[in-house]
């Protein structure tokens, strides 16, 4: 048996349920109730607060990256991880550049400013019950507000964050020039982690402006979304 408690709304989960979809396996879904977490009620599942965290065989795995890498242990069919080293370390660099630079952006661009906000909101509010939509309007413009201000991204004029997401954006369409995929001749880890992050930009409207703005990269969504679909078991049925 496999359970997955997740954030709905964090990439980092996506990336977990794209790899465990893309691997054909049946998993349960715990959504966690983010207002609970700071008192503990889930501290015998991730002693740090942090999600994704994965349950199998009285076993737990947290952070995504070390998610994958069970699975792939585990789970021998349809690795997700390259078996030639050198694809398998610029796999490894990728999904860092997804998990701890294009990160800051969605949480900048999506989280951060109100226009955008908006459009995330409702999805936040199903896993915060019971906090009126504007109370908790205010407290994430203002905790993801002090977060990226602190890493320094969120101390950018707006353009320049704009101007950076839309560099991103034309790198990745760079690494898909001619190719289907990231890493390799298979969709990998790579492909996970960054169309995760690449979603999570799209709820903000420049992000869609610095897509339309390329050409492979929304075939390559389209055939991450056919093999590695975003979906929870609950969604999907």
Same mark, same amino acid.
Request: net charge negative; glycine share 6%.
């Given at each position: 048996?496999?359970?997955?408690?997740?954030?709905?709304?964090?990439?980092?989960?996506?990336?977990?349920?794209?790899?465990?979809?893309?691997?054909?396996?049946?998993?349960?879904?715990?959504?966690?109730?983010?207002?609970?977490?700071?008192?503990?009620?889930?501290?015998?599942?991730?002693?740090?607060?942090?999600? /994704?965290?994965?349950?199998?065989?009285?076993?737990?795995?947290?952070?995504?990256?070390?998610?994958?890498?069970?699975?792939?242990?585990?789970?021998?069919?349809?690795?997700?991880?390259?078996?030639?080293?050198?694809?398998?370390?610029?796999?490894?660099?990728?999904?860092?550049?997804?998990?701890?630079?294009?990160?800051?952006?969605?949480?900048?661009?999506?989280?951060?400013?109100?226009?955008?906000?908006?459009?995330?909101?409702?999805?936040?509010?199903?896993?915060?019950?019971?906090? /009126?939509?504007?109370?908790?309007?205010?407290?994430?413009?203002?905790?993801?507000?002090?977060?990226?201000?602190?890493?320094?991204?969120?101390?950018?004029?707006?353009?320049?964050?704009?101007?950076?997401?839309?560099?991103?954006?034309?790198?990745?369409?760079?690494?898909?020039?001619?190719?289907?995929?990231?890493?390799?001749?298979?969709?990998?880890?790579?492909?996970?982690?960054?169309?995760?992050?690449?979603?999570?930009?799209?709820?903000?409207?420049?992000?869609?402006?610095?897509?339309?703005?390329?050409?492979?990269?929304?075939?390559?969504?389209?055939?991450?979304?056919?093999?590695?679909?975003?979906?929870?078991?609950?969604?999907?049925?």
């Amino acid at each position: 048996m496999i359970t997955l408690y997740q954030f709905a709304t964090s990439p980092f989960t996506e990336k977990v349920r794209r790899a465990l979809n893309y691997k054909g396996l049946a998993f349960d879904v715990h959504e966690v109730d983010r207002a609970a977490v700071a008192g503990g009620k889930y501290s015998h599942v991730s002693g740090s607060g942090k999600f /994704p965290a994965l349950e199998h065989d009285g076993q737990t795995v947290l952070d995504s990256t070390d998610i994958l890498e069970y699975l792939d242990r585990t789970f021998l069919e349809r690795p997700l991880l390259p078996t030639d080293p050198r694809e398998r370390a610029m796999a490894h660099v990728i999904e860092d550049w997804a998990d701890e630079s294009l990160y800051f952006y969605e949480m900048t661009m999506r989280l951060a400013w109100p226009h955008n906000l908006e459009a995330a909101l409702d999805e936040f509010a199903r896993g915060m019950p019971g906090i /009126p939509r504007d109370q908790l309007k205010t407290r994430i413009l203002e905790g993801v507000g002090a977060l990226t201000r602190a890493q320094g991204l969120g101390r950018k004029p707006r353009e320049q964050v704009v101007a950076d997401a839309d560099r991103h954006f034309k790198s990745l369409d760079s690494l898909l020039e001619g190719r289907e995929w990231l890493v390799g001749d298979r969709v990998s880890s790579a492909d996970l982690a960054v169309i995760a992050q690449v979603d999570a930009l799209l709820y903000a409207e420049e992000g869609r402006a610095a897509l339309d703005r390329t050409r492979n990269v929304r075939p390559w969504l389209a055939r991450v979304d056919a093999i590695a679909p975003k979906t929870s078991p609950e969604l999907a049925a």
